[in-house]
C-alpha cells in the first residue's frame, strides 16, 4: 500500500474528516487523481457505517472537475453532481478544460449538453459538434454578434469568483406616474424565474411588473418615485439577466452561466411574444428593438441585485425587475454591483 494509501485508510478509520480534505489538497498537489478518486469512493461508502465523510467526497469531485485531466475530470459532470460545492461541476468542470479535452470523457445526458454551453460562453464554437444535445438548452451552440459581456464564474480550490457585467454610471432622477398595469403571466413568470432561487432558496425576494407607458413608469409602478438610472445597451441587459439567473444569490443553488443564458434568451423571447425556442435572428432583433434601463433603489448597499426596466416602444409597454438578495449577516435590502466571492468553509 502505498504512503497516501495507509494515510487513506487511518484518516477513514478515525473518521477524520479534516484530515481527508487536507488529504485531497496533498492528493492534487501530487498529481495522485487515482488516489483522489479512491478517497472519494472510500469517503462516501463510509456512510454505510455511519461515518460522516461525504464532504471530503464532494470536495475531492470538485477538485477533479477543476484540476484533474479529462479523463478523470469529465466521469464527475453527472447530473445531481457537485450539489454542496460553489457551482454545479459541468460549470466547474468546463471553466479550466477545453471542449476537446472533456468532451470524449463526458457522459451522455443533460450534464454534457451543460458543459457544452459552459464552454460556448467562454467563446467555443460548438455548432459542429453533433453529440451535443440541442433540446437541453434550446440556444445556438455559439455566441451570437449581439452577444457579449457575459461574466463566467472562475473557481479556484479554495472559492470562487462571480464577476457582475460591469455596472453603468448612474444618475439620480425623478420617475413618472406609474403605468397601467398589465397581465402577462407568461412574460412575468419568465422574468421572475431569473431571480427565483433568491427568493425560494434564499434570503431574497423578487418584484416584477408589466405596465403601459415608458420604462420609468415601470419602475414607478414598483413604488419608487426617484431612483438613480442610466440607459444601457442590449447587449448589457442580457449580460445582467444572464448573471443574475445564473446565481443562486446569497444561499441558493447556483445554476451556472449557460442556464443563466437560455433563462436570459427566454425571458426576452416571452417579453417580445416570440414562439420558443427562439430564432437567434428573431431574438436578436427584438433586442435590437428594446430600450434598456438599469436603476437602483437609493438605499442600495450589499448584497445581489438585478434592476433592469425594458421599454417595447411599438407596443407601448414597459416591465420592470428587482431583485435582490443578501447574506443573514448583510441588509436584506442592500445590493453590490460587482464581483461576488464565495469561499469554501473548510
Same mark, same amino acid.
Given at each position: 500500500?502505498?504512503?497516501?494509501?495507509?494515510?487513506?485508510?487511518?484518516?477513514?478509520?478515525?473518521?477524520?474528516?479534516?484530515?481527508?480534505?487536507?488529504?485531497?489538497?496533498?492528493?492534487?498537489?501530487?498529481?495522485?487523481?487515482?488516489?483522489?478518486?479512491?478517497?472519494?469512493?472510500?469517503?462516501?461508502?463510509?456512510?454505510?457505517?455511519?461515518?460522516?465523510?461525504?464532504?471530503?467526497?464532494?470536495?475531492?469531485?470538485?477538485?477533479?472537475?477543476?484540476?484533474?485531466?479529462?479523463?478523470?475530470?469529465?466521469?464527475?459532470?453527472?447530473?445531481?453532481?457537485? =450539489?454542496?460545492?460553489?457551482?454545479?461541476?459541468?460549470?466547474?468542470?468546463?471553466?479550466?478544460?477545453?471542449?476537446?479535452?472533456?468532451?470524449?470523457?463526458?457522459?451522455?445526458?443533460?450534464?454534457?449538453?451543460?458543459?457544452?454551453?459552459?464552454?460556448?460562453? =467562454?467563446?467555443?464554437?460548438?455548432?459542429?459538434?453533433?453529440?451535443?444535445?440541442?433540446?437541453?438548452?434550446?440556444?445556438?451552440?455559439?455566441?451570437?454578434?449581439?452577444?457579449?459581456?457575459?461574466?463566467?464564474?472562475?473557481?479556484?480550490?479554495?472559492?470562487?469568483?462571480?464577476?457582475?457585467?460591469?455596472?453603468?454610471?448612474?444618475?439620480?432622477?425623478?420617475?413618472?406616474?406609474?403605468?397601467?398595469?398589465?397581465?402577462?403571466?407568461?412574460?412575468?413568470?419568465?422574468?421572475?424565474?431569473?431571480?427565483?432561487?433568491?427568493?425560494?432558496?434564499?434570503?431574497?425576494?423578487?418584484?416584477?411588473?408589466?405596465?403601459?407607458?415608458?420604462?420609468?413608469?415601470?419602475?414607478?409602478?414598483?413604488?419608487?418615485?426617484?431612483?438613480?438610472?442610466?440607459?444601457?445597451?442590449?447587449?448589457?441587459?442580457?449580460?445582467?439577466?444572464?448573471?443574475?439567473?445564473?446565481?443562486?444569490?446569497?444561499?441558493?443553488?447556483?445554476?451556472?452561466?449557460?442556464?443563466?443564458?437560455?433563462?436570459?434568451?427566454?425571458?426576452?423571447?416571452?417579453?417580445?411574444?416570440?414562439?420558443?425556442?427562439?430564432?437567434?435572428? =428573431?431574438?436578436g432583433e427584438a433586442l435590437r428593438a428594446m430600450r434598456w434601463l438599469a436603476?437602483?433603489?437609493?438605499?442600495?448597499?450589499?448584497?445581489?441585485?438585478?434592476?433592469?426596466?425594458?421599454?417595447?416602444?411599438?407596443?407601448?409597454?414597459?416591465?420592470?425587475?428587482?431583485?435582490?438578495?443578501?447574506?443573514?449577516?448583510?441588509?436584506?435590502?442592500?445590493?453590490?454591483?460587482?464581483?461576488?466571492?464565495?469561499?469554501?468553509? =473548510?
Amino acid at each position: 500500500m502505498t504512503g497516501s494509501g495507509s494515510r487513506l485508510t487511518a484518516l477513514i478509520g478515525q473518521g477524520d474528516l479534516d484530515g481527508l480534505v487536507r488529504l485531497v489538497g496533498d492528493l492534487c498537489a501530487a498529481g495522485d487523481w487515482e488516489g483522489l478518486v479512491l478517497l472519494r469512493d472510500r469517503s462516501r461508502a463510509a456512510l454505510e457505517r455511519g461515518l460522516q465523510l461525504w464532504p471530503a467526497a464532494e470536495y475531492a469531485e470538485y477538485r477533479l472537475a477543476l484540476e484533474a485531466p479529462g479523463p478523470y475530470a469529465g466521469p464527475v459532470v453527472v447530473a445531481g453532481a457537485g =450539489r454542496f460545492a460553489l457551482g454545479p461541476l459541468w460549470e466547474v468542470a468546463a471553466s479550466t478544460h477545453c471542449w476537446e479535452e472533456l468532451a470524449p470523457h463526458l457522459p451522455a445526458g443533460p450534464a454534457r449538453a451543460l458543459a457544452a454551453g459552459e464552454r460556448v460562453v =467562454r467563446g467555443e464554437d460548438l455548432t459542429s459538434d453533433g453529440s451535443v444535445d440541442p433540446g437541453v438548452l434550446d440556444l445556438p451552440l455559439v455566441l451570437q454578434p449581439w452577444e457579449r459581456g457575459y461574466a463566467p464564474a472562475v473557481f479556484r480550490p479554495d472559492g470562487a469568483d462571480f464577476p457582475s457585467p460591469a455596472r453603468p454610471a448612474l444618475q439620480p432622477g425623478v420617475l413618472p406616474r406609474a403605468g397601467p398595469s398589465v397581465e402577462d403571466e407568461t412574460a412575468l413568470e419568465a422574468w421572475r424565474d431569473l431571480a427565483r432561487p433568491w427568493a425560494e432558496q434564499s434570503n431574497g425576494r423578487v418584484e416584477v411588473c408589466l405596465v403601459e407607458g415608458s420604462a420609468e413608469a415601470a419602475v414607478a409602478a414598483l413604488g419608487w418615485r426617484e431612483v438613480p438610472a442610466a440607459e444601457v445597451d442590449a447587449a448589457a441587459g442580457l449580460a445582467w439577466l444572464a448573471w443574475a439567473a445564473a446565481s443562486g444569490g446569497a444561499y441558493g443553488r447556483r445554476r451556472g452561466t449557460a442556464a443563466g443564458r437560455a433563462a436570459a434568451w427566454w425571458a426576452v423571447a416571452a417579453l417580445a411574444d416570440l414562439e420558443w425556442p427562439a430564432e437567434a435572428e =428573431r431574438l436578436g432583433e427584438a433586442l435590437r428593438a428594446m430600450r434598456w434601463l438599469a436603476w437602483e433603489p437609493p438605499d442600495f448597499a450589499q448584497g445581489w441585485g438585478l434592476h433592469l426596466a425594458v421599454e417595447l416602444g411599438e407596443e407601448g409597454l414597459a416591465l420592470a425587475v428587482a431583485a435582490h438578495d443578501a447574506r443573514r449577516e448583510e441588509p436584506v435590502a442592500g445590493s453590490e454591483a460587482g464581483e461576488r466571492s464565495q469561499k469554501l468553509s =473548510r
